[in-house]
């Protein structure tokens, strides 16, 4: 008994010194006045005595103080860590628990943190959280995860994931892989990998066959616009562009791919299967000279002019598109629609090359060379005179002359260039006209002609003249040199009668052997070897 006794003392004072756990249970007093006891730790075996039961046991699981963590538990002096921490229904355990175990306070977890949640250690992402301290990334999503979220996790901003980005699809918002890949859905060509989000907001160009707005929705890049279908269509498919079709070609009039046989619509050859439409029908073969015509390759002759068909080779003078279609090999001054002459053209025609030109040169897109170039001839210069070797422009009218050429007039008479007349071009008529000149309006006349407009040489009556030419129209340059009617009809116009005149205007005073000039001197008319006759 002294010795149960001393190990009590000690182990009461060893308990206080907190060398052993304190007793969480009293010892037994058996019945019948035995004092024997319990051993530490352990249950009273029913000792016989007064009561003949257990009174005073001590009712524990485990000894005092010595249940290790994670094992059950009824009370904190259970355990060596004095935390008897409860698991709802798994029932209590010694602490501090490890992490996603259940938890009251931070003590109770070895990691010292129990979330407001009531588990230990702070969640990972995806895992449910209230406060960003509940999670080890300090962020507690507004859909009460903890972030970042992965892909396919609900979000409500992008920063609750972790590709940054939370997107709306289909009245659901969860992380997306960020750009998306193709075939995912997208809103914007910049959610997608691919760089395209097409008219169905999915990630990538769509295949042939599948829905499209624009050729950029399509793997094949092509948008069939009024199918808005990916591809190309086939023989007798709707079109609008050559692209829309499998065979490369939609008719122009009916928009349908491929070609129209003879007789069919048409606008270009290249809707016909015989390559050629002529006047909106497509033919088998080219027509012939003479029948209407749309282009050359219409023609058998090759040649297609004013809507019809021109004989080939032509002549010169007829028209031509291309030296092939003249004979003479040279189809000359073509115009704006591409229309020329064939045969070479003279001097100041509209030229491209030498072979247009009868002189052989094309100067300045101008047949026959300019003044100050060397020539061989009149007929190499474009002004028409060759003077020492060299273009000149021709001389003005009263300067000397030797031949026709050398003269603006175009006009060598006695060694001196002469005026063309009282109608001649205001670039002369003041060299020509003795007398004034003025410019004539154009006019009517009454057959329906036009006079054009010209320069008109008035009052020179009376005036020196050497030629007719010099004189108004109805004079006459008179035997006496000067301007004159040939029947003096007024005094005031002095008749070129070199006598006297009767009452009507006769010349009467020249009589027969009279000297004279010219015939309208003489009473007969007549003046042979300066003798009226």
Known sequence: MTTMRTQWVWASVLGIAGLVPPACGGFADHGGGAEDAAPMGGRDTGGTGDGGGTEGGCEYVGPCGTVASGSPCDLDENCVSRRCVSQSGLGSLCGPMTDGSLCANGPDCVSGFCSSLGICGKGAAGNQCIADEDCASDECTRVDVCGPTANGGPCEADSDCASGHCTTNRNTRSCEIYPTLDGEPCNVAADCVSGFCNSELTCGTNADGFRCAVDSDCTTGHCI??????????????CTEDADCACGHCTTIDEICGVNSTGGDCSEDADCYSSLCVQALCVATPVSVGETCDADTDCTSGLCVDDACKPTPAADGSPCKRDSNCASGVCSSLNSLGIGVCGPQTNGSACLRNQECTAGVCDQSVCGASNGTACTGDAFCQSGYCATSVCTAPLPTTEGCTRNAM????????????????????TFVAQCCTGTWTIVPASAEADGSVIPSHSACNDSAGLSCTLTAECETGQTCGGRGICCYAQGIAAAHQACC?????????CTGSATGSACKAGDECASGTCT????A
């Open 225 to 238: 616009t009024i199918d808005s279908i990916c591809g190309q269509n086939p023989l007798q498919g709707d």
């Open 407 to 426: 003269c603006q007039t175009g006009l060598c008479t006695n060694g001196t260039c002469q005026c063309l007349g009282p109608l001649d071009t205001a």
């Open 498 to 506: 070199s006598g006297a005149l009767d009452s009507s205007g006769n």
């Open 529 to 532: 070897n300066q003798t009226c």
